[in-house]
Structure formats: structure tokens, C-alpha cells
């Protein structure tokens, strides 16, 4: 419980207390727009990672030297818990947007830190807004910002993975950008298997080869969304090990 409190204290004390912080960016922003957006990138990966040790998460990380540091990509992950994106934003080595849930986009501050930070909010019950989100995040990455995805549309209830969407893949096929695969273990054990208690847990992140889609047989670019499933689905069977 004590970590509960903590994590949710220190969540709702970053968002008041960092208003003056928001609008100290909004003048930066008007001077120098990249160097804005790498330090809105840093501070909230500072707060992410914050939460994180309150949760007393034991993160394993592979492959990040999978990650290329100077173009951008898209990166691909099965989805367990919010702390996916929670721990996941803190290993971006530069700017990223996440495509999340548009109920997020009703909490006042978070959506504004949120907007800044290049993510996009999905009502998935809309295919037109789908479209929408990703006709734009194709010219964020042509821009050189890279897009972190859950091609399942939702947290997964079993530790199954659903069926990934194709169209999300198009960012990567449209683009000619990597699509960098992603393994999540361990993170649905940090709160969702037992809200709303947050507990310690042993998480894997691991980030794999990057597929180029030109790269690929014709076969498996034509249904890359099942082809990158299975990558990553192979990834997961390899970091069970670590987690025992």
C-alpha cells in the first residue's frame, strides 16, 4: 500500500508542481523548438523513472544496443500494464511519442506534458481516427521522432498476446523506417494482477534486431503485423528464464 501512495503522491505533486516547469518550456519552445523538446523528453523520463524506484521494479533491459541513436523508428510491443509505457519511455534515447488511450486525454496536465511530448490519442472504437493517428505519425517520424505502438489495441487479460492490427505498420512501411520489436515480461505483476496495490516485480525489456520492411520476403512484408508478432512472441519464450 505504501508504494501505492507513494507512486500516486508523487504522480499528482509532479503535475501541480510542475505547471511553472510547462510554461518555462512554452517560452523555450518559442527560441528553440528541438532543444524543447529533448529537455520535455528528459524531464519526463525523470519522473517516469522516479515512479519506477518507487515501485521498487527490478528492470532487466536487453538489446538496447538494438536501438539506433540517430534515425527514427518504431518500436512494436506486446502490452501488459500501464507500466509498460511507465518504464518503457525512460529507455527512449530520443524524442518518441506513445499512442495511447484517448480517456487520457481528460486528465488536465498529464494531456498537456503528454501533447508535448508527441503522443497521440487513439479512440479506438473510431477506424477514422485510427487513420488520423497514423497519417500524422507518419510525418513525426519523417520528422525524426519515433513512435512507440501496442498493435494489440489494448493490456492483455491473460498474458496472451492478441492478434497485432496491420494497420498500425503502415508508420514503418509508409516511412521505410525500422520497426524495432519489443518483449515486455513482468510488468502486469507491478499492479495490474493485483490493483491497486502496487508491488515489486522483476520486468524484462527486451528490444530486438530491427526489421527493416524493404528487407523483408514478400511474404512476411505483406503480413508484417503477424510476422513482427511472432518475432516478438519468440523473444518472450527466450526471457522467461530471467524472470524465475
Known amino acids: 500500500m505504501l508504494r501505492t501512495i507513494l507512486a500516486a503522491l508523487f504522480a499528482f505533486l509532479f503535475l501541480v508542481l510542475g505547471l511553472p516547469v510547462l510554461g518555462i518550456e512554452w517560452l523555450y519552445r518559442k527560441i528553440?523548438?528541438?532543444?524543447?523538446?529533448l529537455s520535455t523528453l528528459r524531464i519526463v523520463q525523470w519522473a517516469l523513472s522516479v515512479i519506477t524506484t518507487i515501485s521498487g521494479a527490478n528492470v532487466i533491459v536487453e538489446g538496447a544496443q538494438n536501438i539506433p541513436d540517430d534515425e527514427a523508428v518504431v518500436y512494436i510491443a506486446n502490452h501488459?500494464?500501464?507500466f509498460d509505457v511507465i518504464i518503457g519511455y525512460t529507455h527512449c534515447p530520443g524524442l518518441t511519442g506513445f499512442i495511447a488511450k484517448n480517456?487520457?486525454?481528460?486528465?488536465?496536465?498529464?494531456?498537456v506534458w503528454m501533447r508535448r511530448a508527441h503522443c497521440y490519442f487513439l479512440d479506438r472504437s473510431n477506424p477514422r481516427d485510427g487513420l488520423r493517428v497514423i497519417?500524422?505519425?507518419?510525418?513525426?517520424?519523417?520528422?525524426g521522432i519515433s513512435i512507440f505502438v501496442f498493435p494489440e489495441g489494448t493490456r492483455t487479460k491473460t498474458g496472451e498476446m492478441a492478434p497485432f492490427k496491420e494497420g498500425t505498420f503502415k508508420m514503418a512501411t509508409k516511412t521505410g523506417c525500422a520497426i524495432i520489436p519489443v518483449a515486455i515480461t513482468g510488468t502486469d505483476d507491478i499492479l495490474r494482477n493485483h490493483i491497486p496495490f502496487i508491488r515489486k516485480a522483476t520486468?524484462?525489456?527486451?528490444?530486438?534486431?530491427p526489421i527493416y520492411p524493404d528487407q523483408l520476403e514478400a511474404d512476411q512484408k505483406k503480413h508484417i503485423?503477424?510476422?513482427t508478432q511472432s518475432v516478438i512472441a519468440d523473444m518472450l519464450e527466450k526471457d522467461k528464464d530471467l524472470i524465475q
Open 32 to 37: 528553440n523548438k528541438k532543444g524543447a523538446d
Open 103 to 111: 480517456n487520457l486525454e481528460k486528465v488536465p496536465i498529464l494531456r
Open 135 to 143: 497519417l500524422s505519425a507518419i510525418e513525426d517520424i519523417k520528422r
Open 203 to 209: 520486468v524484462v525489456f527486451h528490444y530486438g534486431t
Open 80 to 82: 501488459r500494464s500501464i
Open 225 to 227: 503485423g503477424a510476422y
